[in-house]
Every structure is written in structure tokens, then in C-alpha cells.
């Protein structure tokens, strides 16, 4: 039974003769504060939600059209495999129809659909995440930052004080958290630490920015957002609605996993990981 508090369109996607395709029933929906993404067995198709939150702006049909063509162009440099094509939905009445002739009504992003054990996080929990799918997966960043463009604009977010704005940003939203997930003392510690950072490293940061370094990278390179399917690692899930996120430095990236495989107490999978990256590349600054 199709949820009624649904907007009209989700309802008539979880139905499986909106789609040109045969699909696997019934048609599951995951939904975040942001997307609807529906299952359909052999393909996935997300339609972003008509939301603004500052950081992340999808309130119009032509923003919303404009963020999931970035969201092709971007998954395809790592994850081409998965990420397809954007197609238009318009209405008849009240039909909704995937492509179609009439006025657009929204877009959706369609990706081929791939089991979630094929995610590195998966992988890890199985104990299947090897040394060398690690060495592996620092060749993959390696190239995907090689070919990835820089230009001046781009390298103004490598920028000390636009970096420094960011660590601002992030105190003033999580200080309301002190006594929840971090004491106070958590807080004044990792604030002072940024603070001593910025002061001592203000050379550093710029050589960033000089050596190129500051590159239009993937901004979210944790563990769940890559998957070796087939035998290939692909990347995907790359930030596409805000580029400060996006607009980083390599390691920024290369820091997900390391932190995630630290974190469950796996240095070794992540010193594979950050050394063949940092040989393949030659970033030995970073």
C-alpha cells in the first residue's frame, strides 16, 4: 500500500507501471531529508526533495534540475558505471510520466542499482577489506585527483581564511551539542587545536594552494560511499550542492577513510590506503 502522505509523484513512482521496465516488487523507497530514491530492482531513480537549507538549495524545478545534472557529471568521473542519464517527468492531468513531451514537472537522476554488500563498509564488516583492495583504492583516488580540474577560482577555497571559516561555521552549529554527543571539554580542546593549527600552519595552506592541491574533488570519500562492483572501485556519492565541500584539498578526501579504518581500530588498512595514494601521486607534502 502506497503511503497517502507521500507527495503525488512518489506515490504513482512506487507503483510499477510508471516505468518502461519490468521491476522487482514492490518497489522499495528509502527517503532522506533531502531525496526520495526508488528501487526498482535493476535501477534507482532519485528525485531531490524542493528544500533549502542554506548549505543546500534545491527550492526551484530549475535548481532541482541543474543539481542532478551536476550530480551525472560529477558521479560519472568515479562511478560511471552506476550514474545513467537525467530524465524530465512531466504531467498529464494527474499522470506523471518519466520523459514525455509536455512542460517538465521534475527530474530524476537514474543510476544502476547495486547491492549494498558491494560497499567498502560492508566489505570491512564481512573482514573481506583487504590491505590490498586498499592499496588498490589509492591507486583509483590517486587518478580520479590527477585528472581532477583546478583553476584560480577553485583554489580560493584552499584559501586559510576560507578554510578557517568553515571550522568557525562547524563550532557555532555543534556548540548546542556540548553535554550530548561531546563534553565541553571535547569542545574547548578540538577548538583550541584549530586555533593553533591556523597559526602555525598558515604557510603550509598556502603551498596547498600554490602546488595545486586545491582540486574539485569527490568531498565525501567515507567508506560507504565507495563499493568495488564487478572488481572495479567506484567512487560515488560525490557532493554536488555546495562547493565548499567540494572545492578541497586531496587529502581533505583521502582523510575520510583513513579517519573511518582508524576509527575501528584498523591503522594498518589505512596506512596501506594513505601510502600507495601518496606514491602514486607524489603529494608526499600532504
Known amino acids: ?27 522499495e523507497m528509502i527517503q532522506t531529508h533531502v531525496s526520495y530514491v526508488l528501487l526498482t530492482g535493476d535501477y534507482a531513480y532519485k528525485v531531490k526533495k524542493p ?12 535548481l532541482r534540475q541543474h543539481f542532478c545534472n551536476e550530480e551525472l557529471r560529477l558521479n560519472q568521473r568515479g562511478a560511471g558505471e552506476i550514474y545513467l542519464e537525467v530524465l524530465p517527468i512531466t504531467q498529464s492531468d494527474t499522470q506523471f510520466q518519466l520523459g514525455g513531451t509536455g512542460e517538465p514537472v521534475e527530474y530524476t537522476l537514474i543510476m ?7 560497499l567498502f563498509l560492508s566489505l570491512f564488516d564481512r573482514g573481506e577489506l583487504t590491505e590490498s583492495l586498499m592499496e588498490e ?57 584549530s586555533e593553533r593549527f591556523f597559526g602555525e600552519y598558515r604557510e603550509l ?29 567506484l567512487l560515488f556519492d560525490c557532493i554536488e550542492f555546495n562547493e565548499p565541500f567540494r572545492f578541497v584539498d586531496v587529502m581533505f578526501d583521502i582523510a575520510y577513510a583513513v579517519m573511518d579504518l582508524e576509527a575501528r581500530q584498523r591503522p594498518d588498512l589505512a596506512n596501506a590506503y594513505l601510502n600507495t595514494y601518496v606514491e602514486e601521486i607524489g603529494d608526499w607534502e600532504g
Not at 528544500?51 to 530549475?62: I, K, P, Q
Open 137 to 193: 583504492l589509492g591507486r583509483v583516488v590517486a587518478t580520479f585527483h590527477a585528472l581532477a580540474p583546478t583553476n584560480d577560482y577553485i583554489k580560493t577555497f584552499g584559501e586559510p581564511l576560507q578554510v578557517r571559516k568553515a571550522f568557525d561555521e562547524n563550532y557555532e552549529q555543534t556548540e548546542k551539542y556540548i553535554g550530548g554527543p561531546q563534553t565541553q571539554a571535547q569542545f574547548d580542546d578540538t577548538k583550541q587545536y
Open 205 to 233: 595552506l598556502n603551498s596547498r594552494i600554490n602546488n595545486n592541491w586545491i582540486r574539485e574533488c569527490h568531498g565525501d570519500l567515507h567508506l560507504r560511499n565507495i563499493c568495488l562492483l564487478h572488481n572495479k572501485i
Open 112 to 118: 544502476r542499482q547495486f547491492p549494498q554488500d558491494a
Open 1 to 27: 500500500m502506497t503511503d497517502s502522505s507521500l507527495p503525488p509523484l512518489i506515490q504513482q513512482m512506487m507503483q510499477p507501471g510508471f516505468y518502461p521496465h519490468q521491476v522487482t516488487e514492490p518497489i
Open 51 to 62: 528544500v533549502n537549507f542554506g548549505f543546500l538549495d534545491y527550492s526551484t524545478l530549475e
